[in-house]
């Protein structure tokens, strides 16, 4: 008989909405930005800069295709791998600040 008054039930959703919204800032947020970026890498690359692939391959580029790289990994040795296989661009030292550490 003497029942309070009935909660709105677009209360109960905000618990719901407010995971939504910290997942997206905390996760999918900045999984795009890295995408983003790791897009831009690849597509600033160009011949004879040094990458790593996604497996630990170290080599240097030597011929760009539309969706794949020719790498070199060894005097004669040139593999093929796709654009996305590429994990990092090695930072190599200027030419400068090499000169001066051999002896």
């Known amino acids: 008989m ?3 008054p009935t ?3 677009i209360l109960s959703f905000v618990p719901l909405i407010l995971i939504f919204v910290i997942f997206y ?3 999918f947020r900045p999984q795009k930005q890295k995408q983003s970026e790791h897009q831009m890498m690849i597509a ?6 040094e990458v790593i692939t996604v497996g ?3 080599g240097t580029i030597v011929n760009i ?3 794949t790289f020719v790498i070199r990994v060894d005097d004669e040795v040139k593999i093929e791998v ?3 296989s590429i994990s990092v661009l090695k930072r190599s030292a200027p030419a ?3 000169q001066g550490l051999r002896i």
């Open 65 to 67: 295709k539309d969706a």
């Open 56 to 58: 630990g391959i170290h």
């Open 7 to 9: 909660p709105n039930p």
């Open 96 to 98: 400068q600040q090499e």
């Open 82 to 84: 796709e654009k996305n």
């Open 25 to 27: 800032f905390l996760i």
């Open 44 to 49: 600033g690359l160009k011949k004879n800069d």
């Open 2 to 4: 003497g029942q309070g």
